[in-house]
């Protein structure tokens, strides 16, 4: 199931390229592997993935310890300042730094590893109440605070779009967090780069791709639905 369904995305991947008249390498698919067992990483590992997304420390911890030490691992959910060790060497990317005390909680672990860790800021294009992530006009505040801690590199923005039965109804969002990416960028901060933008899930991420995604992270679409009951 999990290589047929590989085998879907990346062909939709493909074709929303070619719309966008983008390469395909130019998308990074994450699997988001959040709730799944080992097993059926292994089985996406075998259809030749490598990069994974997971929204828990312990459990990132857990599949990152069992798993081959190859894999590369996005860290893609809420994190607390109190689980910043276990994502800190082992994630290769924290996608969802939304405050300066998080910030400078992996600016404190990742001297104490003598580390540096690439991180995305993460965004709130719609606004909604539940979702973390920061408004349009905090973002670029926080990437210059960031920007100054020196064990950490700012190397783009990440956003969630709403949950909508069309993903059309997502076009906006993404063209508002790649538009605000190229406004930061044309601002030339030190040691931030926006070379990523980390958007599009299992039910818009082609809409996310013609509007500029680098990475994609799909779950649903990968692994299938996701039992929270166990
Ligand atoms: C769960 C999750 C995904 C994947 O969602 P699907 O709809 O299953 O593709 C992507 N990004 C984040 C931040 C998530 O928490």
């Not at 996005?74 to 910043?84: A, D, E, P």
């Not at 920061?134 to 590199?153: A, C, D, M, N, Y």
């Not at 930061?184 to 013609?210: C, F, H, P, Q, W």
Request: charged share 30%; glycine share 6%; hydrophobic share 40%.
């Amino acid at each position: 199931m999990i290589k047929e369904n590989l085998e879907v995305v990346e062909n939709n991947i493909r074709k929303a390229c070619d719309r966008a008249g983008r390469d395909y390498d130019s998308v990074t698919l994450i699997c988001v592997s959040k709730t799944k067992p080992v097993e059926m990483i292994e089985e996406a590992v075998e259809c030749g993935k490598r990069e994974f997304g997971e929204n828990k420390a312990q459990e990132m911890k857990e599949k990152y310890e069992i798993l081959p030490k190859d894999l590369v691992w996005h860290f893609i959910g809420h994190l607390q300042t109190n689980k910043v060790k276990y994502v800190v060497g082992r994630a290769s990317l924290i996608h969802s730094v939304d405050t300066l005390h998080l910030a400078e909680a992996i600016e404190a672990e990742a001297e104490k590893k003598d580390l540096t860790v690439d991180v995305l800021i993460e965004v709130n294009v719609a606004g909604e109440k539940s979702k973390f992530g920061l408004t349009t006009q905090e973002t670029e505040e926080l990437v210059r605070g960031v920007s100054k801690l020196p064990h950490i590199r700012v190397k783009g923005l990440m956003t969630i779009a709403p949950f909508v039965e069309d993903a059309e109804e997502n076009r906006g969002i993404f063209r508002a967090l790649k538009d605000l990416s190229v406004d930061i960028a044309g601002k030339n901060i030190d040691n931030v780069s926006m070379d990523i933008l980390s958007m599009g899930m299992t039910n818009d991420y082609e809409v996310a791709i013609e509007e500029g995604a680098t990475h994609v992270r799909v779950g649903t679409g990968i692994f299938g639905e996701r039992d929270y009951s166990i």
